[in-house]
């Protein structure tokens, strides 16, 4: 989409809505089923098709606007191939990602022994609408289509999912968000005093993918907290920085004015880069600046409150309810991404043709002439080399400073080039500087490419202020966290779930399991609600961290009835 995108293409103002009528394929479902919908709708299943007619008065660049409606049937993340005029224009249309919204269980839940257990989560089925979006999320805005002048078929694929379709729009549409001063210019009047609002981050209500999850941390620091038993108290960040990743929170506002965000925040998952988040208040990106904020890499907790660089950003927010939206963001790194990419392309290509040449050979005594069998050898070099020092221009813009990893890792590849640009004929005896393993130039920058859109980000508590207000400290003092620590240790004698763990009945069937203590919390709840009722028989996971525990608790006499997780060699 980005090459497509240097396609100068006007904007055509017309905007056309797709009647029932002009749509072929598909199964036609009355209003009466429709869900709630004011009119007939079409259903697609999974790898079926509908095509649109469209009669365009004027060719251009359009977007395309879908109403839809996800069927319970629906268990994978659904997606689209849209092709026009039997054309897919670009590769992202391939796989077009319909947005998913899932609904956290508002109760806690806590096994046997006080432990809160992950919430459930359950798809939310209503109506809705999406313009088609990048599925690598390099760009805020919907995605735009060519669309000739006259008659155009699209055809939509669904590749997974059951959906029913609604209305389909096409036109631009889309308004981008104004500067933070022209923001500031439109809305009201406001020297209300206001009250705090705290938001516990791991208390969300909506979640774009079921992996999203929050998490337990033992620090007192964080709230809630608690030494004696395990309380989700953080957003994961290990499970929150996908492209796309986004979670949803629901807040009262009883004052009406002007509020600064604070977020207490860790991202020391993707070590000295950046995570970018898209900030929705209502469903809409109130600025410009908001689009895409940094939030800078820590190894430990800090309160970040978003500002301009010297004043915090202040957000209008009316008395009622409201909801604030944080995106996984890429729209930043998109064009030294996608010229990282092109690099390898190129590295590849020039290392086939070696290959080719080479017969595989790799002496280093021989004379290989390959500036005579490929002229542009030096030149398309040359080119690499250029394209990496552009990239490392743009990364010290993007991140402001020139001290990164990934920057010395380019440094490192720009050397290597110049040597194989001053002795071509060296590439086939050090292809494993130039092509081959993780420290040539093609695997320094293959690692270097998912680092920069990973986007990790573990939050604590969000708050809503004005700029009066005494923010808790980030991190606990160091008395406080030996205080705790002493206290956890203490209690870890007369905790019920390792004493009751290890003194299991002859009428419970005790099972070992080598798996993660999320999985096995799971399996244990789903034990203990459904089949011990159901067949009366009482079993007991417990946690497995090394498969070796089955030899030694054999040799003591201490197995367990089964074991679950154990090598197929065992």
Avoid at 171 to 191: D, F, I, M, R
Avoid at 390 to 413: P, R, V
Wanted: aromatic share 12%; proline share 4%.
């Amino acid at each position: 989409y980005t090459n497509w995108m240097e396609v100068e293409g006007t904007l055509p103002t017309e905007i056309y809505t797709i009647e029932l009528s002009d749509i072929t394929g598909g199964e036609l479902v009355f209003q009466t089923n429709s869900f709630g919908y004011d009119k007939n709708v079409t259903k697609v299943e999974a790898l079926e098709t509908m095509s649109l007619d469209v009669d365009v008065t004027n060719e251009g660049l359009y977007e395309i606007y879908f109403d839809y409606y996800l069927l319970p049937e629906t268990l994978l993340r659904p997606t689209l191939n849209i092709q026009i005029n039997g054309d897919l224009q670009y590769n992202e249309m391939a796989n077009i990602e319909v947005p998913t919204k899932w609904l956290i269980a508002d109760e806690s839940v806590f096994d046997r022994f006080g432990d809160e257990l992950t919430p459930d989560s359950v798809l939310i089925n209503e109506w809705n609408s999406f313009g088609i979006s990048d599925p690598n999320y390099y760009f805020v805005e919907p995605l735009k289509v060519y669309l000739a002048q006259g008659e155009n078929t699209i055809d939509v694929t669904v590749n997974e999912g059951h959906i029913l379709f609604g209305d389909i729009t096409i036109g631009n549409l889309y308004k981008a968000p104004l500067t933070y001063s022209e923001y500031l210019n439109e809305q009201p009047k406001s020297t209300n005093s206001i009250n705090l609002i705290e938001l516990e981050a791991e208390r969300y209500l909506y979640e774009s993918r079921q992996n999203i999850r929050s998490k337990f941390m033992r620090d007192p620091s964080l709230t809630p907290y608690t030494f004696k038993n395990r309380i989700l108290n953080v957003l994961d960040q290990t499970s929150y920085r996908k492209s796309g990743d986004s979670i949803t929170y629901e807040f009262e506002v009883l004052d009406a004015g002007y509020y600064n965000l604070s977020l207490k925040y860790m991202q020391s998952e993707n070590d000295e880069l950046d995570s970018k988040r898209t900030i929705y208040i209502d469903d809409e990106i109130p600025f410009e600046e908001f689009s895409s904020y940094a939030f800078p890499y820590t190894r430990t907790w800090e309160m970040i409150t978003l500002t301009d660089g010297d004043n915090p950003y202040e957000v209008y927010l009316s008395e009622g309810t409201h909801t604030m939206t944080l995106k996984v963001i890429n729209n930043d790194v998109r064009d030294v991404y996608h010229r990282l990419v092109t690099v390898l392309n190129q590295i590849n290509d020039l290392a086939r043709e070696v290959n080719k040449i080479t017969g595989g050979l790799r002496d280093r005594d021989r004379d290989y002439k390959l500036d005579v069998y490929i002229p542009t050898l030096v030149e398309e070099l040359t080119q690499i080399k250029s394209e990496l020092n552009i990239a490392k221009t743009e990364f010290e813009d993007i991140y402001g400073t020139n001290d990164l990893s990934i920057i010395n890792e380019l440094d490192l590849c720009t050397k290597y080039l110049d040597e194989f640009i001053e002795q071509p004929d060296d590439i086939p005896p050090y292809l494993s500087r130039f092509s081959e393993g993780e420290g040539s130039i093609y695997g320094r920058i293959n690692i270097i490419l998912p680092r920069i859109i990973d986007s990790p980000l573990q939050l604590d508590a969000i708050f809503l202020h004005d700029e009066t207000t005494q923010l808790p400290k980030a991190t606990a003092n160091v008395f406080i966290k030996a205080l705790e620590g002493v206290k956890a240790f203490t209690y870890s004698f007369f905790d019920p779930k390792y004493n009751e763990a290890s003194q299991v009945d002859d009428e419970t069937v005790e099972i070992w399991v080598r798996g993660s203590r999320l999985y096995i919390q799971v399996m244990q709840r789903m034990i203990d609600n459904e089949f011990t009722p159901e067949s009366g028989l009482k079993i007991q996971l417990s946690v497995m961290p090394d498969e070796n525990k089955i030899v030694l608790a054999n040799a003591a006499s201490k197995t367990p009835d089964a074991a679950m997780g154990l090598s197929v060699t065992r």
